[in-house]
């Protein structure tokens, strides 16, 4: 069974940075375009990053497009999210998610489009 393990999370102060990890198993992680997506408290699931299987195309929610960096080690099996110059509105837990590709080099958007979901790791930024 595919595994995905978010770590990274915790509290911080506006401005600060934070990285978070999803370390996937049970897969062969080059075969799966990963995203990234968070939940605040009383709002639905949203999209924050994608990359590809390589690592080489990223996409990026406008809310965080210059401050969040997506990357991906596959021979780690890991995908990372760099979040800089954070702000209180990033607070949310946050999920990482695989979708298996074949002979795609794409990313993707909507969750319903992801196979598997990690159980998220949770951020705090305060003001």
């Known amino acids: 069974q595919v595994q995905l393990v978010e770590s990274g999370g915790g509290l911080v102060q506006a401005g600060d940075s934070l990285r978070l990890s999803c370390a996937a198993s049970?897969?062969?992680?080059?075969?799966?375009?990963m995203g990234w997506f968070r939940q605040a408290p009383g709002k639905e699931r949203e999209f924050v990053a994608a990359?590809?299987?390589?690592?080489?195309?990223?996409s990026y929610a406008d809310s965080v497009k210059g401050r969040f960096t997506i990357f991906r080690a596959n021979a780690r099996n890991t995908v990372y999210l760099q979040m800089n110059s954070l702000k209180p509105e990033d607070t949310a837990i946050y999920y990482c998610?695989?979708?298996?590709?074949?002979?795609?080099?794409?990313?993707?958007?909507?969750?319903?489009?992801?196979?598997?979901w990690g159980q998220g790791t949770q951020v705090t930024v305060s003001s």
């Open positions: 998610a695989a979708k298996k590709i074949i002979g795609s080099d794409s990313y993707y958007h909507s969750h319903y489009d992801y196979d598997y």
């Open positions: 990359i590809n299987w390589s690592g080489g195309s990223t």
């Open positions: 049970r897969i062969t992680f080059s075969y799966y375009a």
